[in-house]
């Protein structure tokens, strides 16, 4: 089964506000990424968060983790029409060899 | 450098039919990954492989066979193809995960049409 999921499935919002996407994850983890898929594309990693760290940033994202809840946010800010595309979250278990990847949340930013 | 790159991009058989993909990366990565991704569900581990010489099951391993002969290649079979592995296939590459980056580098993907 999935390990991670993600909420909501899709949003849209007004260029220049902010995205905020959820995901929930079911065991512990080594580490929780998540990556970008444009329409058509292969997955681009964004940002990786170790499961002794709370919160990360690069650029315009800021990731969050709560390893207490089994859940992280990513939060994208100043949004851009670029931005349109689907996110991932994915997990890597402790002691796996592989990450589990959730559904994904499709976001959309509307000029 | 190309990264990974996936050949072909686009595939049409018909059930029954056998053929591989093949993925390449030139950045030195130790793992590859196969996966599949159907709409609206996230991407499925078919295979996977820890070195060159190595492969092991993923999530969804049936009718799928992979080889990693040398470590930049990482290839997958479908022996006989069915209208339920119409899908778009992705491989991936990752450094080993024990030395803490296991960041997964993309491909395009190939997109196989089972009619």
């Known amino acids: 089964s999935q390990q991670g999921e993600e909420d909501p499935q899709a949003l849209s919002i007004q260029e220049g506000e902010n995205a905020t996407m959820n995901c929930s994850y079911k065991?512990?983890?080594?580490?929780l990424q998540w990556y970008r898929q444009n329409s058509g594309r292969g997955l681009v990693h964004l940002i990786l968060?170790?499961?002794?760290?709370r919160e990360k940033h690069s650029g315009r994202l800021r990731v969050t983790l709560d390893t207490s809840k089994k859940s992280s946010s990513l939060l994208i800010t100043a949004s851009r029409a670029a931005d349109t595309a689907s996110y991932f979250c994915?997990?890597?278990?402790?002691?796996?060899?592989?990450?589990?990847f959730g559904q994904g949340t499709r976001l959309t930013i509307n000029p | 450098n190309a990264g990974v790159t996936q050949t072909p991009k686009f595939r049409v058989l018909k059930t029954g039919q056998s053929m591989t993909l093949l993925c390449a990366q030139d950045?030195?990565?130790?793992?590859m990954y196969w996966y599949r991704q159907d709409p609206g569900m996230g991407l499925r581990l078919i295979h996977y492989?820890?070195?060159?010489?190595?492969?092991a099951k993923g999530e969804v391993p049936d009718g799928y066979n992979v080889s990693r002969l040398k470590k930049q290649n990482f290839l997958l079979g479908l022996e006989s193809a069915a209208p339920s592995q119409t899908s778009v296939y992705f491989c991936?590459?990752?450094?080993?995960?024990?030395?803490?980056?296991?960041?997964?580098?993309f491909g395009p993907g190939t997109r196989l049409t089972v009619l």
């Open positions: 994915a997990t890597r278990w402790q002691g796996a060899q592989k990450l589990v």
């Open positions: 065991t512990s983890i080594n580490n």
């Open positions: 968060i170790r499961s002794n760290e």
């Open positions: 950045m030195n990565h130790e793992y």
């Open positions: 492989s820890v070195g060159e010489g190595t492969t």
């Open positions: 991936a590459s990752s450094y080993h995960s024990s030395q803490g980056s296991d960041t997964q580098y």
